[in-house]
């Protein structure tokens, strides 16, 4: 199956989100992943051709990702 | 006086081993041998052996591969494992599965995968395949 652009930037990030939660400490590792698949899946329902509106989810996870690949932040619920 | 007397005695000396060794040794020049004749070359100083990587056998990849899928608890239909099962048609992952699986690939053979290779993996006998081409897989 081929991806368009904008598909691989959302697998792009999702990546880059798996790869943040590898730094976190090993016993909470597996909430940020959780939180992740769950930040994703919120928005699974979005039609692919909306591209508007996925850019700008895009824009906010990786503000989102910014944020939480903070090394303070040690746990998320 | 002592000191060409000694460069000859060195010279012969070096002649002989040279000599001696030459199945393995390089002919070198007599002259440019002489400070080296005083390390006594052993025949066998030549060859050096560095061990070669073990590298992957293409069933111990697939296997781990299999073993890595089946903990993956997405799988819907763990006896449809097979090493030519594509993920999103045979195994029913979705994208951000794959993204999953191709990641925890990453971490069992210890690389890193880039983006564009990453997104080419659909199916078992595709990972196989990249990881084999990695040299520094383990």
Known sequence: MRYSGLQRDVLALYRKCLRESRK????TRAHFEAFARKEFQKHLHFDKKDFSAIEYLLRKGQRQLEMYSSPGIKDIH | MFRTALLRSMRSAACQTVRRSAPIARPVGAGSF?????FV??????????????GLQ?????????DLLKNFDKVAD???????????NDLGLDSLDTVEVVMAIEEEFSIEIP?????AIHSVDKAVEYILAQPDAH
């Not at chain 2, 002489?34 to 005083?38: D, I, L, P």
């Not at chain 2, 070359?41 to 073990?54: E, L």
């Open chain 2, 78 to 88: 763990p006896s449809k494992l097979s090493p030519a099962s594509n993920f999103a």
């Open chain 2, 41 to 54: 070359p052993s025949p066998f100083q030549a060859a050096r052996c560095y061990s070669a990587a073990a």
């Open chain 1, 24 to 27: 976190k400490p090993a016993s």
């Open chain 2, 58 to 66: 293409k069933d111990e990849v697939e296997g781990r591969i299999i």
């Open chain 2, 115 to 119: 983006d564009k290779e990453a997104d």
């Open chain 2, 34 to 38: 002489v400070t080296r004749s005083q």
